[in-house]
């Protein structure tokens, strides 16, 4: 019995493996809700490199939204596309889209997408998050977490909150893929 057990565990074990291994899903598998209800399918950005980041408008990371609009304006007329999926996760966030619209609108005068709220963890973890999890080992640890995918959709760096959107560092990774 204990042979059919271990035999059993090492075929589920090696069934799981090959399908991780497996796994050659990128970004642009996923969407989600913008902040006018529309859906956001990541698949019409195929090809382009994309810079996603946690955001919530009631945080002491949110004039960061300054940083992310300097780096939308600078790379307007590239394919680079930005993208804020605001979340609530770390209760620094409004619930009412209309509500982060104001802040976004009114104080960052934001031009890039934005998101209604999602989840970056937890048991209602929106996809995207979940992905990042299982295939990078990735989860933001706080808002502001920046996310970096190149042609392909694959990660290619990530940074915490305290890295400003527009530093060095990030337009560097930025402008070896654009």
């Given at each position: ?99 982060i619209k104001k802040i ?75």
């Amino acid at each position: 019995m204990k042979i059919t057990k271990l035999f059993l565990f090492l075929i589920i074990f090696i069934l799981n493996s090959k399908i991780i291994m497996a796994d050659n899903s990128s970004i642009y598998d996923f969407n989600f809700i913008d902040i006018d209800g529309n859906t956001v399918e990541l698949s019409s950005f195929i090809g382009k490199p994309l810079l996603l980041v946690n955001t919530a408008s009631r945080c002491g990371f949110t004039p960061q939204y300054k940083g992310l609009q300097n780096l939308f304006t600078e790379y307007k007329d590239t394919d680079l596309t930005i993208i804020a999926l605001t979340s609530n996760t770390f209760n620094q966030e409004f619930e009412n889209p209309e509500d982060i619209k104001k802040i976004c609108l009114t104080n960052y005068n934001v031009g890039f997408i934005t998101s209604s709220p999602i989840n970056v963890k937890g048991d209602k973890i929106h996809p995207i998050f979940k992905w990042l999890k299982l295939k990078y080992n990735n989860t933001p640890k706080w808002n502001f977490y920046k996310f970096l995918f190149d042609r392909s959709g694959f990660l290619v760096d990530s940074w915490s909150s305290i890295t400003k959107p527009d530093s060095k560092k990030i337009i560097k990774k930025i402008n070896k893929l654009i």
